[in-house]
Every structure is written in structure tokens, then in C-alpha cells.
């Protein structure tokens, strides 16, 4: 009985030294978080169909050292953003994708505060892992919002990307933006098809921020 004992105490040992000492995939694996609203949720499509999902699976493909982190919520503002970064960097990042503001556009919101946002969640970024690579995905305006305000929408991205130092993805909805077969029935987020184009578009800024 003693014997027999000891051997599954010396078993139990053994077994948590190996597991001590060989850390989880999870654990060696660094972390692509993507910050966004409907279109990084995947709204109107399976959330595998979105373009976080196919992005974590040509990594996979790929066999890179990665996991990501699908932190879409739809009808989220930069503000809304703002506020749950700091919930969603609790744990560490090395590459944060914030696709953000949107629907700060669409509901006519003073840009000033939109810019202050998105450079507020850059800033906190940094803060908390000064070695994390921020990648910032561009957006654009329909015209109805009137020339000056679409001007200024436009240029945000670019204006924070070259203060900031950032890859910029130019327009996140770039060759899916006025393509009604590529967009569910809204007309506004792309269906499944639509997402390939998205992945694609993320996909040439991200990919040079890999490595093995």
C-alpha cells in the first residue's frame, strides 16, 4: 500500500513538472487582438464566415505561432471601443487591429471626438505593452453626409496612422463598399464572399507584422 503510494505521488510529481515546464500552445502563442464593431463581429453571417476567422485560418494554414481574438461588437462606437480596451488587453496583445469608428460616421458624431477616441485607444495600447504593433483599419462615408464631413472622415485614418507611426489598411471595405453581391440584403455588411475581400484587404498589412 505504501509502495504503491509513493509511486502515484512520484507519478504526480513527474506529471506536474512536465506540464510546468512545457507551457500550453496558448501560452507560447502570441496574440492578434481585433478591436471593432458589426463588420469585425460578422453581422449577418456566421462569425467563422468573418474575416477575423479567416484570418486565424490562413495563420493556421500558415502554421504562424498565432491566436486571435474576435472582439467585434455591433453597433459599437470609437467611444464604446474606448471603453472595453482596456478590458480586452487584460491580457497581453502583440498586434492590435482596431477597426473602429464606423458608426460614429453614420450618426453624424463630432469626428474630433471620434480622432480623440481612436488615439486615446492607441495611447492605451501602448501603455499597457510598448512592444505591441497596432495595425489601423480605414474607413470611408457615403456622400450623403455631405462633402466636408466625408473629407474630414477620410482623412482621420490617415492623419492618426502617420502621427502614430501605423500600418494603415486604407479602407477596410475596399472592393466590397457599392457591391450589392457582396453585401447581405442591408446593403451595408458584407455577406460571406464579401468577408474573402475583407480578409484580403487586412491581410496585406497585417502579414509583413508575422513572423514564424
Known amino acids: 500500500m505504501k509502495q504503491t503510494r509513493l509511486a502515484s505521488t512520484l507519478i504526480a510529481i513527474f506529471l ?45 494554414d500558415q502554421g504562424l505561432n498565432y491566436e486571435v481574438t474576435a472582439a467585434g461588437l455591433s453597433g459599437e462606437t470609437s467611444a464604446g471601443g474606448l471603453r472595453r480596451a482596456n478590458w480586452i488587453l487584460q491580457k ?9 469608428g464606423a458608426n460614429d460616421g453614420l450618426r453624424g458624431m463630432d469626428l474630433s471626438d471620434t480622432k480623440q477616441n481612436l488615439q486615446k485607444i492607441i495611447d492605451l495600447a501602448r501603455q499597457k505593452y510598448p512592444d505591441i504593433q497596432i495595425v489601423l483599419a480605414g474607413m470611408k462615408m457615403p456622400p450623403n453626409l455631405g462633402d466636408a464631413y466625408t473629407k474630414e472622415f477620410s482623412e482621420m485614418y490617415p492623419d492618426l496612422a502617420q502621427k502614430n507611426e501605423l500600418p ?39 502579414a509583413p507584422l508575422l513572423s514564424d
Open 92 to 100: 497581453p496583445a502583440d498586434i492590435l487591429v482596431v477597426a473602429l
Open 16 to 60: 506536474t513538472v512536465t506540464v510546468l515546464a512545457s507551457p500550453s500552445s496558448a501560452q507560447d502563442s502570441a496574440r492578434i487582438v481585433f478591436l471593432g464593431d458589426s463588420l469585425t463581429a460578422g453581422y449577418g453571417i456566421d462569425p467563422e464566415l468573418a474575416y477575423p476567422s479567416l484570418i486565424e485560418k490562413r495563420i493556421q
Open 168 to 206: 494603415l489598411i486604407p479602407f477596410l471595405l475596399e472592393g466590397v463598399g457599392g457591391h450589392p453581391e457582396l453585401n447581405i440584403a442591408d446593403g451595408i455588411h458584407p455577406n460571406a464572399e464579401g468577408h474573402e475581400i475583407l480578409a484580403e484587404n487586412v491581410w496585406e498589412v497585417l
